[in-house]
Nanobody
Framework: VQLQASGGGLVQVGGSLRLSCAAS????????LGWFRRAQGSEREFVAV???????YYAPSVKDRFIISRDNTKNTVYLQMNGLKPEDTAVYYC???????????????????WGQGTLVTVSS
């Protein structure tokens, strides 16, 4: 499985961006798909995840501002980011898991495949 993230860029505080992550390979609809981010000088942190049944979970810092969704016909997962803040500035990574939905979905180790990252910069 290969993941290709896109959609990052420079946006002003309060603005919106939509990230996309396209996946190659088969059985996309069976994957759990997540987004993580890493700010400069920080560890990679969980942002959001969507299960194959489309249950969604969010980090408290983005809940009510970000929306994760998937389109299985396009093998793509999205992250709609609204109300952006300077602290949202980071490289955003998409990730996929093709094993059973057990374990800690908020950790890096839960995921089997990673995209290359796309930079989001929020200016004040």
């Amino acid at each position: 499985v290969q993941l290709q993230a896109s959609g990052g860029g420079l946006v002003q505080v309060g603005g919106s961006l939509r990230l996309s992550c396209a996946a190659s390979g088969r059985a996309f609809n069976s994957y759990a798909l997540g987004w993580f981010r890493r700010a400069q000088g920080s560890e990679r942190e969980f942002v959001a995840v969507i299960s194959r049944s489309e249950y969604t979970y969010y980090a408290p810092s983005v809940k009510d501002r970000f929306i994760i969704s998937r389109d299985n016909t396009k093998n793509t997962v999205y992250l709609q980011m609204n109300g952006l803040k300077p602290e949202d500035t980071a490289v955003y990574y998409c990730a996929a898991r093709n094993r059973a939905w057990d374990g800690n979905r908020y950790t890096v180790d839960f995921y089997d495949y990673w995209g290359q990252g796309t930079l989001v910069t929020v200016s004040s």
